[in-house]
């Protein structure tokens, strides 16, 4: 455990009033060690305590010294000096009792993380070196776990607010936002402290990046004193060591590092259900609950976490998708704002053939919290236009609707429980003779029982035709039926065509 010198001057100042320091940078150490006149080289990750006096003056070293006040014309910069009427070697014992607890502190979160515990009893452990409360979020600043008990919850109603709805209130979003501070606070790569009151009180911060992409942030609020040193060192060590946390629970990361990505997947997951705190989040796009939405279902064959980054960042950009992208299970998913799906589909084709990605596009639903429903039905017809290896890339709810429906009819029931006997008829009268009299009759009913239409779409002679259809009828006569019966024939002519498709 790593501690710089300004931690250790602030814990002996709470023991030894009068003690000052000089530091010429942050200096990382590791260790406590007495100071010897025999010793020849002093390492830079040590601080040495010179109980007697014997620090040369004129000695210019990067190592950190603690050295009584008397001595404060050494040339050394990183210094601790304390007065002459304390005892360094108490000062030596309290130093080293400082090291222990933090390191105590940081095998104990290893061993914890290791342990595969809740994220509260890993950041419960920060106790032993901090009695501020400590909390970690993703992006888009929902709370993914904190220190508990924490006298935030009656002080502060921002807090309040986080706990009972997860998320950040959207007019600190607005705050933060505007102030340009949410943009400092994503950009950071080293711990800092700021005294802005957005989140009502200060607070230090440690951003985990994956990939040059934002994961989570850490902070430590300030309740009971100004922010520390000793904050920084902890956000920087817990910055070191709760990757390993997020690697083991990739549902809280964000692949993307968008505001709304963990917000969207919550809804999907049905983790988000509650209306009101729906809403609240929606009025950063200035969307409604009950506006009109469409999913857009993406599947990028070997996209690279950079390269699907790249595609969220151009499909967001273009105004004629009014979307917002997030990453879930093995799909990009653009959740589109009251547009028009058959223009939306040529958008759409347009980047499909640029990218080259196979998507599907959903019917129109509201409220948003119904996501679930139709991101798998549109998953579906995505599965089964890959499957038909059509020419297009992009396949709307529209033109595939059908075989969806097909497709879960037959997870519970067998073709030849569904279809009707006349047509199971023809096609084992085809299957045996080598006939393809059901693609006839499907293309002949689908042309509304036009002879001429249908030997065109066939591209076959009239006459071919009639008298296909004469031995057709021997074995399913279509005339003598009503016309529900001829739509139960042709629905069954469609569970034929596509059933080896969607079944094999």
């Known amino acids: 455990m790593r501690l710089s010198l300004k931690t250790i001057w602030e814990e002996l100042l709470g023991h030894y009033p009068g003690v000052t320091f000089r530091d010429s940078n942050v200096q990382s150490l590791e260790a406590v060690d007495l100071y010897r006149r025999t010793n020849k080289k002093l390492l830079e990750n040590v601080l040495y305590v010179d109980v007697n006096g014997d620090y040369p003056n004129q000695q210019q070293d990067h190592a950190a010294l603690v050295l009584f006040d008397t001595k404060r014309d050494v040339l050394s910069q990183n210094v601790i000096f304390v007065p002459t009427i304390y005892n360094l070697i108490e000062v030596f014992s309290t130093i080293s009792a400082l090291f222990r607890r933090f390191q105590k502190w940081e095998m104990s979160i290893l061993d914890s993380i290791a342990k595969k515990h809740t994220l509260t009893d890993i950041l419960n452990l920060c106790r032993l070196v901090t009695p501020d409360t400590v909390y970690l979020t993703d992006p888009s600043l929902k709370m993914l776990g904190y ?80 922010p520390k040193q000793r904050h920084m060192d902890i956000v920087e060590a817990l910055g070191q060591m709760l990757p390993a946390y997020l690697d083991s629970h990739p549902d809280t990361l964000s692949s993307l590092g968008t505001f709304h990505e963990c917000f969207f997947r919550d809804i999907l997951k049905g983790e988000l259900k509650d209306s009101n705190s729906i809403s609240e989040q929606l009025r950063y796009f200035n969307w409604k609950i009950n506006d009109d939405f469409i999913l857009i279902i993406i599947k990028q064959k070997n996209g690279s976490p950079i390269e699907r980054r790249f ?70 017809i995505l599965s089964i236009g890959q499957d038909m290896k059509t020419n297009t890339k992009v396949y ?22 569904i279809c009707h006997d006349g047509v199971l008829r023809l096609y084992e009268s085809g299957q045996k003779n080598g006939t393809d009299y059901i693609h006839t009759l499907f293309v002949y009913l689908c042309n509304d029982r036009n002879a001429l239409q249908t030997s065109k779409a066939l591209f076959i002679h009239r006459n071919t035709l009639l008298n296909r259809l004469e031995k057709i009828f021997k074995i399913v006569d279509i005339n003598q039926y009503s016309t529900h019966i001829r739509h139960y024939i042709l629905f069954s002519l469609y569970i034929i065509n596509c059933c080896d498709l969607l079944i094999g």
């Open 311 to 380: 595609l969220s960042s151009h499909l967001e950009s273009d105004p004629q998708l009014a979307c917002k992208v997030f990453d879930y299970e093995e799909y990009l998913i653009a959740i589109c704002h009251s547009v028009n799906k058959y223009k939306l589909r040529e958008n759409v084709r347009h980047y499909a053939a640029r990218y080259g990605f196979h998507a599907a596009i959903s019917k129109e639903f509201h409220p948003l919290n119904t996501m679930a429903a139709y991101y798998e039905q549109t998953k579906l």
């Open 396 to 417: 709307l709810n529209d033109d595939y609707g059908l075989y969806s429906l097909i497709a879960i009819l037959l997870e519970k029931r067998s073709m030849p429980e």
């Open 147 to 226: 220190t508990t008990p924490t006298l935030m919850e009656s002080i502060s109603s921002i807090w309040r607010y986080q706990i009972n709805h997860g998320y950040m209130p959207m007019y600190i979003i607005d705050q933060l936002t505007e102030s340009g501070e949410l943009e400092i606070l994503n950009r950071q790569t080293r711990a800092f402290t700021t005294p802005d009151t957005c989140f009502n009180l200060p607070y230090t911060c440690k951003n985990i990046f994956s990939h040059k992409i934002l994961q989570a942030h850490i902070f430590i609020i300030s309740i009971y004193s100004k």
